[in-house]
């Protein structure tokens, strides 16, 4: 079977939306013939333009809505019976954790609870074939295993959780919820804990796209700390392959690590952006890394990530398609092309969470 045709014919997916999420949503429709409800609160990083190419496609159905909304999560199974549910809604941004916690308790804890509990009395009700085949998969973050020191193993399955910031531990609480879901009463679940992802439709909040971002329009590039701190990228339509394998033949009860074994400094990071930039679109002003500032560094920052493939490589025969200079050069590509995009989220609230979480830096 091709690695990327998912078993499942009716998914409901949540924050599909989002950047990873919509990522999924679009890929999962070109590749399968089945039908997907899309749910999602269009919060501040949700973005409907980013499901434009499924305007036509009614298979896709996109509903606004919150994971902790409970009578709305009854209905929508009722009424779409789906097979599978893929959770990706989420607060996600490590910085927003830091100066506002509690939506992160909201919707990463509460919410998902909830969810979780709706599809647990869906689940009770249908006939055995359906309850089977059932799946419950929740879309986690390595964040939840806390920081390496350089000459750390890689974060394997086994690895205790010990989250750091006020997002890692609103994802470890989710997880634990899905874990206990399962064990308690049996709902087939699923988590995934994947390292950084970058690539189209990804709120420019985060490092990569902001740094693209700020270089168009020749602003600062603001490096934490000493950026020295490392993280593993791993393209998104690599992460989306690995979420629809683990879908189709990962073990029930089982957490699956998914990374692209491609760690690198932040300023690492940073620099190459700049000199692909330089090379595809030169500035008049001069070179990018003329941009870089160090800037005070976020509390409590995490030194390194770094994730151990091995389990979902050898179990599910997934790895990753793009090597890190082939996925940072299409990513680069595809936000100088998506200029209009760019400008589209660069609204209010965006300069606001800038003005917020820069300027006293
Ligand atoms: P994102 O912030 O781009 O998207 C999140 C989506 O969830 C948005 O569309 C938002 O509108 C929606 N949402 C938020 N609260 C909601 C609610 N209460 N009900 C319904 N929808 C809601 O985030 P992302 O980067 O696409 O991350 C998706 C998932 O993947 C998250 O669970 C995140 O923890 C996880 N993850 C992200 C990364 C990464 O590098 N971005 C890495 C590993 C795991
Ligand atoms: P980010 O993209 O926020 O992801 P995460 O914190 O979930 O890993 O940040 C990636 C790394 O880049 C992280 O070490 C923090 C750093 N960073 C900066 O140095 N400057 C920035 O402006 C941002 C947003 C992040």
Not at 2 to 16: D, E, F, I, P, Q
Not at 105 to 133: I, P, Q, S
Not at 146 to 157: M, V
Request: negative net charge; proline residues 4%; aromatic residues 10%.
């Amino acid at each position: 079977m091709n690695k990327n045709l998912a078993k499942y014919s009716s998914l409901l997916v949540t924050g599909g939306a989002g950047f990873i999420g919509s990522n999924f949503v679009i890929n999962w429709l070109a590749e399968n013939a089945g039908t997907m409800i899309n749910l999602d609160l269009l919060t501040y990083s949700g973005n409907l333009m980013n499901l434009t190419s499924l305007k036509e496609d009614q298979r896709h159905l996109f509903v606004k809505g919150d994971i902790g909304d409970r009578e709305l999560i009854k209905q929508l199974l009722e009424k779409h019976r789906p097979h599978a549910i893929v959770n990706f809604a989420a607060e996600s941004h490590v910085d927003r954790s830091i100066i506002g916690p509690e939506t992160f308790v909201e919707t990463n804890v509460v919410g998902t609870f909830r969810l979780l509990d709706e599809c647990l009395k869906y689940w009770n009700t249908l006939a055995d074939d359906d309850k089977r085949n059932f799946r419950f998969l929740h879309v986690s973050t390595d964040e939840v295993y806390g920081s390496l020191d350089e000459a750390d193993p890689k974060f394997t399955e086994e690895k205790q959780y010990e989250p750091n910031s006020p997002y890692s531990a609103s994802k470890a609480a989710s997880d634990h919820f899905v874990r206990a879901y399962h064990h308690t009463f049996g709902l087939p679940v699923l988590t995934t804990n994947c390292s950084n992802n970058y690539g189209p439709y990804q709120y420019p909040e985060k490092l990569i796209p902001l740094v693209i971002a700020n270089c168009m329009d020749w602003k600062p590039l603001p490096i934490y700390g000493d950026g020295m701190n490392v993280r593993d990228w791993l393209y998104v339509s690599d992460h989306c392959d690995a979420i629809t394998a683990v879908l189709n033949s990962g073990e029930i009860g089982e957490t699956y690590n998914i990374g692209g074994n491609n760690e690198i400094t932040n300023l690492d990071l940073v620099k190459t952006i700049c000199s692909i930039l330089n090379e595809i679109s030169p500035s008049s002003h001069g070179n990018y890394q003329e941009l870089i500032t160090f800037v005070t560094d976020r509390p409590g920052h995490d030194r390194r990530y770094a994730i151990d493939t091995t389990k979902v490589e050898t179990s599910l025969g997934w790895s990753p398609n793009e090597s890190f200079q082939t996925g940072i050069r299409k990513t680069i590509e595809w936000y100088l092309e998506n200029i209009d995009w760019v400008a589209a989220v660069k609204d209010g609230s965006y300069k606001d969470w800038l003005n917020t979480n820069y300027s006293a830096r």
